[in-house]
């Protein structure tokens, strides 16, 4: 998913609780690492050692801003594994990239919400005919749900006007100045300002479960490497099933390694892991839900990040996942 630019010194994370380097240590990259809530388990699985545990030397989380960007830093870094947006990922397999899908991460958009200012005549998202809706960016995951949610009221893309903000926080200015009617908000950032403005929808309530990020792998570390991709793969479905359990001592963690308040940290934490889209979590164990896959790719297509169909068998490799969580034969 597309948000706000990074800071140039969240472009490399190194967490506190990294592990020493050594010539088994890797680094593994995740789309928006930081800066979106997608990727706060892994902070909480190189703190708490998940990742070492299950024989996975993760010695830190390069952050990439976006799903080209993170592709790139994939394959020219010769890295093993990356947390990437499903269109982009798609796209690039169907461009050539050695690359496959080995896990399903983020399987709704719950961090996500519409929101306005406290004294708008805005109600329902009928009342978004004609008005000014924020999205971070051209083809972006927010501007294909601005899309989704106008149908959800019989509206169509053009019946308001969808405006492009840059990032999340530049929403949260536009609102303050008047430039913007709704702005398209996702946590940590609408934790970090939901006292200014009030909610007209959640994602959670109006829009079904849609596939968010998914684990990457490439082919040479998917012909050499297996053993890697299983361990980060059962390091981070440990580090969810902590954060469910543990929402306060993960927010402290996340804090720290987002750089964002612990109170906004436990606010999102809290949203998300309490949060069911038709009995879907946000943050997945790995398995896949083609369903939301397939919805997704559907609402990219609607503003133009992704075109023609699209053959699963072709494109996931489940193999590397628990046996509980393989797809049934």
Known sequence: MKARKLAPLALLVLLTGALPRGAAAEEIVVSNFAVAANGMPYAVAVEKGFFKAEGADVSGILSSAGGGTT??????????????????????IQQGADLKIISDNVLTVAEFVWAVK??????????????????????????????????????????AELVKAGGFGEQVVALNLGALDVGTLADPVWSKNKADFRVVVRAVD????????????????????????????????????????????????????????????????????????????????????????????RAQKLVGAFTGDVDWSKIIDARFLPDDLKPAK
């Open 206 to 297: 109006a829009l079904p479960p849609l596939c968010n990020v998914v684990g990457v792998a490439t082919g040479t570390a998917i012909a050499e490497k297996g053993d890697f991709l299983r361990a980060v793969i059962r390091g981070r479905r440990k580090a969810v099933e902590f954060m469910q359990a543990n929402p306060a001592e993960s927010a402290r963690i996340i804090a720290k390694a987002y750089n964002i308040d612990e109170a906004v940290a436990l606010s999102a934490v809290t949203n998300l892991v309490s949060s069911s889209t038709g009995g879907v979590p946000y943050w997945g164990a790995g398995k896949f839900d083609i369903d939301g896959m397939n919805r997704m790719i």
């Open 71 to 92: 592709i790139r830093n994939l394959l020219g870094g010769k890295l093993s594994y990356g947390e990437v947006d499903l269109a982009g990922t798609v796209a690039a």
């Open 118 to 159: 406290p004294d708008s005549p805005i109600r329902t998202i009928k009342d978004f005919k004609g008005r000014k809706i924020g999205y971070t960016n051209p083809r972006s995951t927010s501007q294909a749900l601005d899309v989704l949610l106008l149908e959800t009221a019989g509206l169509k893309p053009e019946d």
